[in-house]
């Protein structure tokens, strides 16, 4: 084997490795939490979902490279090509909109009660199916073009003029209008998620610095405890919050950088580098990001260590804040 190969099929592995036991760890921790409480708060039911699709990102588009990569087994023919470029590009684009539905949720949960951000909370909160809903009909409309111009390796060669090289597979457009439009709308796809996201991450920290310096001021005697317990949470929801802007903006901005890149560039369209450092660039958020999930929040890191507490009827501090 080649190199260049063992190192591709190297960086696949990884990411399966990491992403595939990770993603799962944090589907199963929600179930669990789910059975036994009989129901799902709203940025749980977003946490599992966004797993969900991290999971199919790693498990289908890794672990079927991977396997390509050391001759283990070769799924990409034309109905192959066509089946995992298409759930791969749907499930990135849900994994990258679900991490802006959670952030700006969680910015609304931050609102005063009566407030009409408080009313637009519990409205979001109510129709959460249907959000989920329009988002998988919106991202597999836009990603339905793999359908239609995706096939194998063995059926590309000499039909590149407009076309992209993805190792195993083509993606062949009709012209050039077609594949830089086609381009120009995923782009658009991350780049909208990528500034509301940002922006509703801004107003996070922004209340929670505030609010930490007015519980310094109200620190004193035992009367601290609650407020103690409080910054406690929103520091790590802080943290969270920041990790995932952080990762989000630095993985999907390489890979949105090298798709520009390739569109751009006419001569890479016959090598599949720069193919193979976006796909690894995109399916990296979705393997590293179960570990912040894992680190950051409670309900998942108790059940890992197998402790149980008695749950409280009023919501705490740290399930309202969390970015988890």
């Known amino acids: ?16 490795v990491v992403g595939v036991p990770g993603n799962s760890t944090v589907i199963w921790a929600f179930l ?28 289908v588009r890794c672990l079927l490279e991977t396997l390509a990569t050391f001759q283990l087994a070769n799924v990409f023919n034309d109905t192959g090509c066509k089946a995992v470029i298409f759930i791969y590009r749907t499930s990135r ?8 539905v959670l952030s700006a949720f969680q910015c609304l949960s931050i609102a005063p009660p ?17 959000i989920f809903l329009a988002l998988w009909v919106l991202n597999t409309s836009m990603s339905s073009a793999a359908i239609a111009f995706s096939l194998g390796s ?15 597979c083509f993606v062949r457009f009709p012209s050039r209008l077609s594949r830089d439009a086609n381009g120009a709308g995923q782009v658009g796809r991350d780049v909208v998620p990528m500034a509301l996201m940002a922006t509703a991450s801004l107003i996070i920290l922004v209340f929670l610095y505030r609010h930490s310096q007015q519980v310094k001021t109200l620190r004193s005697g035992g009367a601290t405890a ?17 990790a995932l802007v952080t990762m989000y903006a630095t993985f999907y901005g390489v890979d949105n ?5 390739t569109l751009t560039v006419q001569k890479t369209m016959g090598s599949s580098l720069t193919s193979d450092l976006r796909i690894f660039f995109s399916s990296l958020y979705a393997a590293i990001s179960p570990i912040i999930i894992i680190i950051t929040n409670r309900k998942v890191s108790k059940r890992l260590s197998c402790r149980r507490e008695d749950e409280k009827p009023v919501q705490s501090a740290d399930t309202a804040l969390s970015t988890m």
């Open 1 to 16: 084997m080649e190199s260049d190969m063992l190192t591709r099929g190297l960086l696949y592995l990884f990411l399966m």
């Open 154 to 168: 063995g059926n590309g060669s000499g039909l590149m003029q407009h076309g992209i090289n993805v190792q195993f």
């Open 257 to 261: 950088g090298l798709w520009v890149y």
């Open 114 to 130: 009566g407030s009409s951000w408080a009313t637009l909370r519990a409205l979001v909160s109510r129709y959460l199916g249907f």
């Open 93 to 100: 684009s849900l994994s990258i909109w679900l991490t802006f």
């Open 32 to 59: 669990h939490l789910g059975y036994s409480e009989r129901k799902l708060l709203p940025a749980d039911a977003i946490v599992l979902h966004l797993a969900c699709v991290n999971l199919l990102v790693v498990g």
């Open 226 to 242: 609650g407020k103690r317990q409080g910054s406690s949470a929103e520091q790590r929801a802080a943290k969270a919050v920041v």
